[in-house]
C-alpha cells in the first residue's frame, strides 16, 4: 500500500510506502490515456526510506497514474494531477 501527496502537485510527489519493509518496489508512471512516462524506478523500501520524492516537473499538466508493483507482482495503482 502506499500514499501520494500533494495532490494536485506541482513540482515533488511523495510517496509513502506502508508495510513494505526490506523489499524493493517498482514505480511507473503512466499518463491517463495509456503513454508511459516513467518506468523501471526500482527502490529498495526499508524502515529509513519509507517517503520518497519523486520529482515530475518535466511532466505537462494533466493527469497521471502511479503503480507500485511490489516483488510478488501484486500492482497498487492511484491517480495524481500534476498542474
Known amino acids: ?3 501520494i501527496f500533494p495532490n ?3 513540482e515533488l510527489l511523495t510517496i509513502q510506502l ?6 524493493t518496489v517498482n514505480l511507473m508512471i503512466s499518463s491517463i490515456a495509456g503513454s508511459l512516462m516513467i518506468s523501471d524506478l526500482f527502490l529498495k523500501v526499508d ?3 519509507e517517503k520518497f520524492k ?3 516537473n518535466n ?3 494533466g493527469a497521471y497514474i ?4 511490489d516483488r510478488q507482482g501484486v500492482k497498487k495503482s492511484e491517480l495524481f494531477i500534476k498542474q
Open 66 to 69: 502511479l503503480t507500485v508493483i
Open 18 to 23: 506502508i508495510n513494505l519493509e526490506d523489499e
Open 8 to 10: 494536485p502537485v506541482d
Open 59 to 61: 511532466l505537462r499538466a
Open 1 to 3: 500500500n502506499f500514499l
Open 54 to 56: 519523486l520529482p515530475i
Open 47 to 49: 524502515r529509513h526510506l
